[in-house]
């Protein structure tokens, strides 16, 4: 067995899932009076996801022999980086959405990781893009693509400040 596509294709298909309930969420928020805050950026966020992903696939499942190595220790932190991403889903419920959707009048969110840490979610992303790429022994593409995260990433987290601030 190929681990390396297996891997691959779960953390694939988890995206894939993801955008759906994202999609989903994103409709209902809309729906209920939300409004869309930071969408000039939001292309920024997906093209740096997909080209993240889509260059894992190149470089470790095509370039790369089929006996790719994995280590471990790096594969179980992303295993513990994925139940912090399901804590951060589950934490925000029908509100966790891909986008910046602000609903007027619901308070912030504060159970879960958002007890103790400002964008939980963020960070938990900048924490995949980094050690996904280590799993297979790519640390320059690791640290590459969490430069590129930390730059978008500050411009969506002032984005979010500026929408969450009170008016």
């Not at 993801?18 to 994103?26: C, I, P």
């Not at 190595?69 to 966790?96: M, Y």
């Not at 910046?100 to 504060?110: E, S």
């Amino acid at each position: 067995m190929d681990w390396t596509a297996l891997i691959l294709g779960l953390v694939t298909a988890q995206r894939l899932g993801e955008l759906v309930l994202a999609r989903r969420n994103t409709r209902r928020l809309l729906a209920k009076g939300g409004y869309e805050v930071g969408a000039a950026h939001y292309p920024l966020i997906v093209v740096l996801h997909a080209a993240w992903l889509l260059g894992l696939w190149y470089l470790v499942v095509y370039r790369a022999p089929v006996d790719q190595h994995i280590e471990p220790f790096w594969l179980a932190a992303f295993i513990l980086l994925q139940l912090g991403r399901l804590w951060v889903i589950t934490s925000l419920g029908e509100r966790w959405t891909t986008r910046i959707i602000v609903l007027p009048g619901a308070p912030r969110v504060q159970c879960g990781p958002y007890r103790f840490l400002s964008h939980p979610n963020y960070w938990v992303v900048a924490g995949e893009i980094l050690v996904l790429p280590l799993v297979f022994g790519l640390p320059a593409y690791g640290f590459v693509f969490s430069a590129l995260n930390a730059a978008a990433m500050w411009i969506r987290i002032k984005a979010e400040a500026a929408a969450l601030r009170p008016q």
